[in-house]
């Protein structure tokens, strides 16, 4: 990648909103400077807005052959939505027989405006109809079995022409024959918002009565759109006013809005040099695109068959990898992408993929890639060269099966804490004999362990369980089938012992490390905690230690399942304290709100429960009756998930230095001593970075982080990633463990990379 390319974006992510086109937003200035006439007014400026205005209705209903129908300009998709919700209920309720019970039918897969309106004007109207989602098959179709079953005592149907996700297109015509065999005056609403330039629309020829659009689909601004309203077809004003649009729509017109909508009915109705690309050009994207992630990613599915769906929409999963993690990624090398739709970014799954019945897999990873018509060959062959240097960068990092074998560079070496929800995973590596041990596995980390452990060429001696959980099953056996001379915790059989502060363990080796065993029963009978100790001293000092659920961050381990002991744990929580120091870093197997690791010292301020049994200020009888009380808190607020700790306190918040762009440039030339860290992963990192960090320390490796650089907790670091919230994360994390100097850049990259 050029310096050049790897700063320029490469927008993907059509479906959410595309860009101005050049020509559109030279025209919506044009009229904003000379022809801001209100269309209302009977001047010579009104006149040339009004013309403007219904040149452009001209032309919409030549785009949509909307034939004797109008076409009323909205602000959008959604008000052309509950415009028609509105109008299709408000007739419908003047002919109710209270004798019947009604419905309101809409696709499983509908944008969420349209069975949120639905519910809305049902319930504003009190209409009172039963709101009924129609299933659709694995390939997105809606099922026409349901619809002729309920279309009866529909007051109306609400499908879409082509699926915002997935790029799913209906087949009209059929949906028609059905809805109207049974039900010919049902109405009858067609989202085609993301249909507009992409499938050939003949409104007029079918009996769709309502049908929303919206501009800033392709390449008008944001804030324009239009609907279509059968002539014939009941209407109420969705907006009262001036009694603009003939009374249909009151409110000033958004001219310079419909100036630029005019330039994009342009492009759509030329027959050749169009600013838009073929159907055919579409489809050779959509075939470079899957043809280089099917080369890039070769275990990659695709959630919906190319034949149903519209070339311009490709959405996957990669197994392995969370939709987040694929969006970091492709965000690092500058193809933007999305998880699911927009509006549900923040949602780690996609309703529209389940509503498919797609592998929850599938919909927890699925990432939508979308572009426009007038995306161009030299973007695809852009993002084609890009996709393949993201998988390159997964295969240096060892996260994917890749032919390279790792650099002495970045070959691992220490500890590397997994996440799976709520639950840890813990690798630890000796770096100079690439000996490895794994603590408490997880069966969704087994293919990525198992692709590490062949990538680094790594020996694993163990894999190690803390207990055996309540909330996932030990993964051992799927990693390491010739361990299996080892109790069922996967501790080996044949083991040496050491000495620590009067305590004789059973340990194994670790290349130049001893692990060593505690029992520490309470959680369960059969917890035991993990000890690395580094020998590199002549005494042995303990690195890490692994305690399962004995303490965890704010917590300590629940005690009320069939094998628990609260006077156990007691006992427990005695020998930890005795054979460690207040600052050896403790690595539980949960981490519910993101804290990483923690020590006696931080959570003795926090947890008076743990603090009191340390100091001694609390009896074993005592104890056990408070924690009861504590486990109870438990089982009422956990609902469905197995909570392994019964948090005494909220997650502490520490006061962080929060920098913006501009402010760290100038904090960093004031303060030349202090460490800039990148918090990404390495292979984001490797993507795309300024040449001025000193340090990238991904979330997974914080944890060595802190224990490599815990003698130094007054040195400044300060801490960027892609958005501002991981290093805000990691920040807290190091505050609460004592690190005095810390900040990060409050927005991270995005906000930084912003021209000012
Ligand atoms: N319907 C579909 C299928 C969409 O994709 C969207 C936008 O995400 C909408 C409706 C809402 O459109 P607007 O943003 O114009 O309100």
Known sequence: MTEQNALSQIYLDANATTPVLEKAADAALITMRTMFGNPSSSHITGLQAKQIMERTRGKAQQVIGSGQGHIIFTSGATEGIQTAILSALCEAKKHLDDNKQYTLLYGATEHKAVPESLRHWNKVLGVNAEVKAIPVDRTGKLDHEFIAAHIENALMICTMA????????????????????????????????????????????????????????????????????????????????????????????????MAALEVIFDELLKTDNAAF???????????????????????????HDFENSVPTTLNFAIPGFSSKEIMDLFDAANIRVSSGSACSSKVTRSFV?????????????????????A????????????????????????????????????????LVQFKVGGACCWLFVDGASKSAVIIDPLAELVDRLKTIIQCQQLNVVAVLDTHGHA????SRIELVNQLDNCDHLGWPKATKSVTLKGHHLDSIQCGDFDIAKLPTPGHTQDSVSYLILDKSNDSEEIKYLFCGDLILMGALGRTNFATSSAAAMYESLLIVKNISDQGTILCPSHDYNNEFATTIEAEC????????????????ASF?????????????????????????????????????????????????????????EPHEYALHHAQQFDQNVPLTRLVDFIARFGQDKSKELILVCRSGSRSQVAAQALARLGFSNIGHLKGGYALADLPR
């Not at 998988?391 to 890749?402: E, I, R, T, V």
């Not at 603090?611 to 609390?618: H, I, M, R």
Request: proline share 3%.
């Open 605 to 620: 301020k926090r947890n008076t429960l743990l603090n009191d049994v340390l100091k001694g200020q609390l009896s074993l």
């Open 277 to 303: 690309a073929s159907f055919e050009q579409l489809q050779t994207y959509r075939t470079q695109l899957s043809e280089t992630l099917k080369q890039a990613f070769p275990t990659i599915t695709f959630n």
């Open 162 to 257: 082509v699926n915002n996700e997935t790029g799913v297109y209906q087949d009209l015509q059929a949906l028609e024959q059905t809805i109207r065999t049974v039900n010919p005056s049902v109405f009858w609403m067609v989202d085609c918002v993301q249909a507009l330039g992409k499938r050939a629309l003949n409104i007029a020829h079918t009996s769709i009565d309502y049908a929303p659009f919206s501009g800033h689909k392709l390449y008008a601004p944001k804030g324009i759109g239009f609907v279509y309203i059968r002539e014939g077809a009941p209407f109420t004003p969705f907006i009262a006013g001036g009694g603009q649009e003939g009374g249909l729509r009151s409110g000033t017109e958004n001219i310079h809005g």
């Open 375 to 414: 995306t161009t060959q030299q973007e695809i062959t852009e993002a084609c060269d890009r996709i393949k240097h993201c998988a390159q960068a997964l295969g240096h990092s060892c996260l994917l099966q890749h032919n390279n074998t790792v650099s002495e560079k970045e070959a691992l070496d220490g």
């Open 353 to 373: 993929l389940d509503a498919m019945g797609l592998p929850a897999w599938q919909s927890e990873s699925a990432i939508r890639m979308s572009f426009g018509p």
């Open 471 to 474: 909330d996932h099953e030990s």
């Open 624 to 680: 056990v009756e408070q924690k009861s009380i504590v486990d109870q808190q438990i089982n009422d607020e956990s609902g469905s998930e197995i909570l392994c700790g019964a948090s005494v306190c909220s997650k502490a918040s520490f006061e962080l230095k929060e920098f913006s762009a501009r402010d760290l440039e100038q904090h960093l030339l004031q303060h030349p001593t202090t460490a800039l860290i990148d918090i990404r």
